[in-house]
């Protein structure tokens, strides 16, 4: 198949309409598969209606079947139109953080959705992107978008349209490019169907920004504790991971060298993955630099890129620093400790 580019200038064009959105609409409104950005990552969107579209995406992400796939409208209607009543704190939640990378789960209508969507759940994940082009999309395909994040099942989430099509080209019909994402990592889902929200994924929206709107949450305990079923599907599937094993390690800046030595002395070639402000503290093969520990959101913006930068270079092992779990910060540790396939060494 071959993958049709659009590219659009979030700011230029608005004032155009976005005339390069048309075609990949009508695409999606004949249940073909498109990617596009979205303040968080790159989505891969479907008609949520449209059995045939979301098998599509299933298919060329390789995603399994029992993951459900966050549903992205545009306009309350459309939220209206797949959710029966929504609750006071959700409603409360979608006036302060709408659009925006926050996705509900609410009780899905029955019979409006592909069953698919919702893995055959009685709930629907569902959220409003605070990007231009993917309202404008959305609005302009006149149907809910079914979109995963647009990369490979298991791999590193997109942040470019390079980073979708390296994954992707060839398998959908076409990427609107709209330069890199935002906020980098995806959106925080917070369970709504139970009295007391429960957060299921950390993500761009701080347990502490919703807490500071309607008091406080829980978390899924499986965000802490390996050994618990997440509720959410798709917490519990391998993620985010680099070609080359990656490990986390948390202690001090010696102690990082010495791991790092020990690995040189196995004969490996060893990256290290640290903030702007260590940068000069490590001797290693290669050095990749994550962010800004002052800036936490600067780290979340370049999470995946960083992690896909290992695959061009030729390294057996890579070495991570750990970051602080507050604000965004939980979001970043929960990628990373996926993306380590739960690797950490630390010190005593
Ligand atoms: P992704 O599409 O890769 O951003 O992942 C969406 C995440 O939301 C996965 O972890 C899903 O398991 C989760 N999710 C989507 N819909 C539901 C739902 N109805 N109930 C619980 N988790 C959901
Ligand atoms: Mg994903």
Same mark, same amino acid.
């Given at each position: 198949m071959e993958t049709n580019l659009w590219i659009v200038d979030k700011s230029v064009d608005k004032k155009k309409g976005y005339p390069q959105l048309i075609e990949a609409a009508h695409l999606l409104a004949e249940n073909e598969v498109v990617a596009f950005p979205t303040e968080t990552v790159y989505g891969l969107g #479907? &008609? %949520? $209606?449209s059995d045939e579209a979301v098998r599509k995406i299933f298919g060329a992400k390789g995603r399994p079947n029992d993951n459900p796939l966050i549903v992205h409208v545009a306009s309350m209607e459309q939220l209206n139109e797949i959710t029966v009543e929504i609750p006071k704190l959700a409603k409360t939640l979608i006036n302060e953080f709408w659009p925006g990378p926050l996705t509900l789960i609410l009780e899905k209508k029955e019979g409006v959705l592909s069953t698919s969507v919702t893995a055959g759940l009685r709930t629907v994940g569902v959220r409003m992107p605070d990007h231009p082009v993917a309202l404008e999309l959305i609005r302009a395909s006149g149907v809910p978008i079914a979109a995963?994040? %647009? &990369?490979?099942? #298991?791999?590193p989430s997109p942040t470019t349209a390079k980073h979708v099509s390296d994954d992707l080209n060839g398998k959908i019909a076409g990427i609107v490019d709209g330069g890199p994402t935002g906020v980098g990592v995806e959106s925080t889902v917070l369970d709504c169907t139970v009295s007391v929200p429960v957060i299921l994924r950390p993500g761009g929206v701080t347990k502490e920004a919703l807490e500071a709107v309607i008091g406080p949450i829980k978390e899924d305990a499986a965000l802490k504790n390996q050994a618990v079923t997440p509720k959410?599907? #798709?917490? $519990?599937y391998t993620h985010y991971a680099p070609n080359a094993p990656l490990i986390l390690i948390e202690g001090s800046r010696e102690f990082f060298q010495q791991i790092v030595d020990q690995y040189k002395a196995e004969g490996k070639k060893v990256a290290v993955m640290v903030p702007e402000e260590h940068a000069d503290d490590y001797q290693s093969d290669y050095l990749v630099r994550s962010g800004s520990l002052a800036n936490l959101q600067s780290v979340a913006a370049r999470l995946y890129d960083t992690l896909r930068t290992f695959n061009d270079l030729d390294v057996d092992i890579i070495l991570a620093e750990v970051y602080p779990e507050t604000g965004i910060g939980q979001a970043i540790m929960n990628r990373l400790h996926k993306a380590a396939g739960h690797q950490l060494i630390k010190e005593k």
């Amino acid at each position: 198949m071959e993958t049709n580019l659009w590219i659009v200038d979030k700011s230029v064009d608005k004032k155009k309409g976005y005339p390069q959105l048309i075609e990949a609409a009508h695409l999606l409104a004949e249940n073909e598969v498109v990617a596009f950005p979205t303040e968080t990552v790159y989505g891969l969107g #479907g &008609n %949520a $209606k449209s059995d045939e579209a979301v098998r599509k995406i299933f298919g060329a992400k390789g995603r399994p079947n029992d993951n459900p796939l966050i549903v992205h409208v545009a306009s309350m209607e459309q939220l209206n139109e797949i959710t029966v009543e929504i609750p006071k704190l959700a409603k409360t939640l979608i006036n302060e953080f709408w659009p925006g990378p926050l996705t509900l789960i609410l009780e899905k209508k029955e019979g409006v959705l592909s069953t698919s969507v919702t893995a055959g759940l009685r709930t629907v994940g569902v959220r409003m992107p605070d990007h231009p082009v993917a309202l404008e999309l959305i609005r302009a395909s006149g149907v809910p978008i079914a979109a995963p994040s %647009a &990369n490979t099942s #298991g791999k590193p989430s997109p942040t470019t349209a390079k980073h979708v099509s390296d994954d992707l080209n060839g398998k959908i019909a076409g990427i609107v490019d709209g330069g890199p994402t935002g906020v980098g990592v995806e959106s925080t889902v917070l369970d709504c169907t139970v009295s007391v929200p429960v957060i299921l994924r950390p993500g761009g929206v701080t347990k502490e920004a919703l807490e500071a709107v309607i008091g406080p949450i829980k978390e899924d305990a499986a965000l802490k504790n390996q050994a618990v079923t997440p509720k959410s599907p #798709g917490m $519990k599937y391998t993620h985010y991971a680099p070609n080359a094993p990656l490990i986390l390690i948390e202690g001090s800046r010696e102690f990082f060298q010495q791991i790092v030595d020990q690995y040189k002395a196995e004969g490996k070639k060893v990256a290290v993955m640290v903030p702007e402000e260590h940068a000069d503290d490590y001797q290693s093969d290669y050095l990749v630099r994550s962010g800004s520990l002052a800036n936490l959101q600067s780290v979340a913006a370049r999470l995946y890129d960083t992690l896909r930068t290992f695959n061009d270079l030729d390294v057996d092992i890579i070495l991570a620093e750990v970051y602080p779990e507050t604000g965004i910060g939980q979001a970043i540790m929960n990628r990373l400790h996926k993306a380590a396939g739960h690797q950490l060494i630390k010190e005593k």
